[in-house]
DNA sequence: CAGTATCCAGTTGGATACTG
DNA sequence: CAGTATCCAACTGGATACTG
């Protein structure tokens, strides 16, 4: 903020967005949460002030706007157009660690619960039945062993403990392998075949996984580089 | 640098590069500033210590290397395949920010010197003469009144003094108009048929203008959202 | 629950002088 | 020219407690 902000759109562009936090809200309200405590939860290392400066100063960047909420009762954190706007930032950037520095986890970086909090937004409720719909990951390793993804046509909710429900399907894995396939570097298909992930439950729900399942926004762009690697010179 | 680094492309991604100066660093490599000083004189309010620092960021994250130059007798910066692949980031950066945050310049940020800068990373000697072409600008507003655009085959260089050749064409109009054009608020053709900006000098180098002289990345994008705006709804 | 206010430690970064 | 070293002021940001 010392130097006179220069007249050149990347310049100004990055003053405005360039930091640690600001592009990683808006990543966070893109994909389902829309109020400070659960904005918080989606950005471990982000404190509640820093979060607060930062969404005072989307606002006034007219990236994010207080709405509110359906129930007129709260407001809610919703993107505008401009912040919509920042999608092809976020994808620039997530592509290109994807292409240049992104190996496969390693075991101190797999975190199921965080994997279950991001596989929330992914959920495709379309292609899910009627009603609620509750997931049981159990997970053969990693800091969370059980988690529950509670699925209505309207919501997705994470549950560390558990909720109560009938569980629909339970998935078992190991959380490795969990974040091998979200993310892109190895296919459900091949988890799924070799046993590395199974699936019970409900069949109609079991079969249309893939469906109503999605991945990483990434996840097919490492597994074209992947395949890229395997066949070094065409 | 206090959190884990989380295991997520974006996050991965905005640690590494989203702070005030990694991509601009990048940028201004990417538009033919190779050497220390270069790269300074590009970004004003960078100083010294921390572009040093960034440059060893850079390298670190195989972004940037140092190379022997052509003469062997000195090193200099250039953009390894990582840091070409930087150019959606910034295109998408400079691209968001055209949109929602690009009004015409302010006559504080109008500023020539750097506007020729700029320029001189534009060029393109193909379709100039062999051999050496000076360009001077004479500009009737700003903080800089006169600058020398001094193009070879292989280099584009800016002068703020006499340089002694022989002038090839002089160009006149505002600093102003000046910014308005290179960065797509107003045309070329507009500048020139109006007479805000006038061409003096050998021929086939004025009538050739606009073949050899490139406007900024983003002037078309800054054109159509002026055009949409003008045409609120179709 | 959704933030704000306060405090303070740690880091960043600008200026300047210096070295090879 | 191409950086490095040093110094110090300013800012950032985490923790915690507090308010509506």
């Known amino acids: 903020m010392s130097a006179a902000p220069e007249y050149c759109p990347v310049s100004i562009g990055v003053n405005l967005l360039a930091d640690r936090w600001s592009l990683l809200i808006v990543r966070e309200v893109m994909v389902g949460s829309h109020n400070f405590n659960t904005i918080l939860r989606g950005l471990p290392g982000l404190s509640r002030s820093v979060l607060a400066s930062r969404l005072r100063q989307l606002q006034r960047l007219g990236v994010i706007a207080q709405v509110q909420s359906p129930t007129g009762l709260s407001h809610e954190y919703r993107l505008t157009e401009a912040g919509e706007d920042l999608l092809p930032v976020i994808e620039a950037i997530g592509g290109w660690t994807v292409k240049w520095w992104f190996p496969e986890p390693r075991p101190d970086q797999v975190d199921n619960a965080m994997l279950l909090w991001r596989m929330r937004s992914g959920v495709r409720p379309r292609h899910l039945p009627e009603g609620r719909t509750t997931i049981r990951f159990d997970f053969t390793d990693g800091n969370v062993r059980r988690g529950w993804l509670v699925l209505t046509g309207t919501e997705a909710s994470v549950c560390l403990h558990d909720p ?10 190991s959380g490795t392998t969990w974040h091998e396939v979200w993310y892109g570097h190895r296919t459900l298909d091949d988890a799924l075949t070799t046993g590395a ?20 926004m990434f996840a097919s762009t490492v597994a074209e580089n992947a ?5 070094p010179s065409a």
């Open 164 to 173: 109560g429900y009938d569980v629909t399907v339970t998935v078992t894995g």
């Open 227 to 231: 395949e890229k690697r395997e066949l």
């Open 197 to 216: 992930i199974t699936l019970d439950g409900v069949r109609s729900v079991t079969r249309a996984f893939p469906k109503w399942f999605a991945l990483s």
